[in-house]
């Protein structure tokens, strides 16, 4: 499941309409970026058989950040992309909703 | 939140007991690499504007990969810890009990 | 927590918009009458001292269905609610993403 | 998946070991009493077309207080099942063990 291969490359401009999470782009990678340094720092606890609790304390931390990004590009992706489409496109806009309860199931592990 | 602070510094030998985890270590540590590969692999998706929804799900392997390390960690630490001071020291174990129900609480999020 | 107060009535009327989960209203209704009857299951399984794994087992089973339901009434609000404002309204488009952003935080336990 | 049957009939006197949550099954029954109301009212918002944002503000209320009864079976669990199979029964132990990794996987949703 952790191996899920990355998807067909779909870019927002194949779909030709703004990438919904321009604005807040930066944001996203320096997060991100802190993320990774957490699980860098999640190993090396491991490497020096650090108290288990403690890891786990580390891995709540970095595992609720993860989810703070997805919050963020959910939030993104229904005020450019999901809204674009009810306004403009009532057939894609279908697509979308679809789409997002798809990935709402996941994100909440249903 | 995601910024919280490496605890301070405990290893399983300072508390006298065989590190939980030690017969895993190999395996918790190829997950975590895979998952820092994971994460890098999303900041690289969002540098090339790759759809939002796209990048949710491959969000949420990583999330779900980092779960599946952290219940590992749970399982060792249970047989090896929480186990070894219910066999030989009730007062040790009182704390391991309320040790592992805050961190199952913050795991479940409550 | 378990215990926040019913919020001060708000119905769709006095939005004057079309209650978005009207098409599925009997859907969740029985979806809601079926977890209200599981609780009650629980309930009787700790009244006659059923094994905690079980316990725990229908727990998890109605915590589910829960969160079923709640998809389910997002998703009806995202294609009506979240839609009609976006096309019509768009000061009140902002309200309902921001809105939307608070109500996946609290869902995604953040 | 929220119509998993109720499971087989295991109490506790059957595993000759006294009930893990005894001491706090009132508390358990309380919880539990509270959580059914809760759901009654979510069904009882839905029937009046209460808006849906604040539906799902009361049915994550419920989730959470389901989740807090979880937490409190499973630290009765531990204490009381774990713990005793640990210290008398080192082939219990390893069946308990992996009942509560199964365990933790569902309610974490992995």
Do not use: F, W
Not at 9 to 17: C, G, K, L, M, P
Not at 21 to 31: G, I
Not at 44 to 63: G, K, P
Request: proline content about 5%; aromatic content about 2%; overall charge positive.
């Amino acid at each position: 499941m952790s191996s899920s291969p990355v998807p067909p490359r779909r870019t927002h401009d194949r779909q030709s309409q703004a990438p919904g999470y321009t604005v807040h782009k930066s944001d996203h990678l320096a997060r991100l970026g802190k993320i990774e340094g957490q699980i860098r720092g999640i190993s090396r606890m491991v490497t020096d058989d650090r108290y288990c609790i403690d890891v786990l304390t580390q891995i709540t931390a970095a595992s609720r950040a993860l989810q703070e990004v997805a919050l963020g590009l959910l939030d993104d992706h229904v005020r450019a992309c999901v809204a674009d489409a009810a306004r403009t496109n009532p057939a894609q806009a279908e697509e979308k909703y679809t789409e997002l309860n798809d990935t709402l199931r996941r994100a909440l592990r249903l």
